[in-house]
């Protein structure tokens, strides 16, 4: 038999959940690069964020030159709408991939052409997306190129004009969602407040939120923080922690701005 190379296969056939397998954690001893440097004066903003006290339940996608270039045309002002959409399509397609990583699987064994037996593995039945609407649906594709038949909820949460608190108008999800693994879209992690409003709707539905993995591209510290004291059982994959957050996503993304 061949073995499935660059992958340790741990069974979940003794019924224990698949642990979450390697991605970077943000820890009290993680800096996090917060942009490029530069010859310019310096800014507050400008200097590496240190995630003190977040926590294992916030990971990082691997930094390397071709996210750092993803970010920074997100974030540069002068980028067209065309670019845009090109790159946050990019990147989100890598935190949709990294995502899925994060599901557990099987160890299974298959037959290829020439009659060898492979030693591979398959993810399991019952996961879903649910993007909080707008914003998140910007990240619904990316999820359908990986999985083509995943069924995707929605949530729309809006700040109430008179408390300015986060509103549920609306949420629809599969009728068995609670028995699902959840793949939560929400790109930008600003406050926090909208992703917390749509997880306490979840739980509502009786999903736990061990089960949830929050799919973001960008966040800050506050806002990484926030969801996790609430949630401590919630998984947070972003790509970057820093205080400034490209909050302008939404409106470039749909060309709104």
Do not use: W
Not at 138 to 158: H, N, P, T, V
Not at 232 to 241: G, K
Request: hydrophobic letters at 30%; proline letters at 7%.
């Amino acid at each position: 038999r061949m073995p499935c190379h660059n992958q340790q296969v741990n069974s979940i056939n003794n019924g224990q959940e698949h642990p979450m397998k390697q991605v970077r954690f943000a820890s009290s001893s993680t800096t996090v690069p917060a942009v490029l440097s530069s010859s310019g004066p310096s800014d507050p903003t400008d200097h590496p964020v240190h995630q003190d006290h977040i926590g294992p339940q916030l990971k990082l996608l691997p930094l390397n030159d071709q996210i750092r270039e993803l970010q920074t045309i997100i974030r540069d002002k002068t980028t067209s709408r065309g670019d845009f959409v090109f790159c946050a399509d990019r990147l989100i397609r890598l935190v949709v991939e990294e995502g899925l990583n994060q599901l557990p699987y099987s160890e299974c064994t298959v037959t290829t052409p020439t009659g060898h037996k492979y030693d591979g593995v398959k993810f399991e039945r019952g996961n879903c997306g649910v993007s909080i609407m707008r914003s998140g649906e910007a990240m619904e594709q990316g999820l359908r190129d990986c999985c083509r038949s995943i069924r995707i909820g929605k949530i729309l949460i809006q700040s109430d004009e008179e408390t300015q608190k986060a509103k549920v108008y609306y949420a629809k999800f599969p009728p068995d969602v609670y028995r699902r693994k959840v793949l939560l879209m929400y790109p930008i992690l600003s406050t926090g407040n909208t992703v917390i409003e749509a997880v306490r709707v979840l739980i509502e539905h009786r999903v736990q939120p061990k089960h949830i993995i929050l799919l973001s591209l960008f966040s800050t510290p506050h806002g990484a923080k926030s969801i996790i004291q609430e949630f401590p059982d919630i998984t947070i994959l972003t790509t970057e922690v820093h205080p400034v957050a490209p909050t302008h996503f939404g409106q470039r993304y749909f060309g709104t701005d």
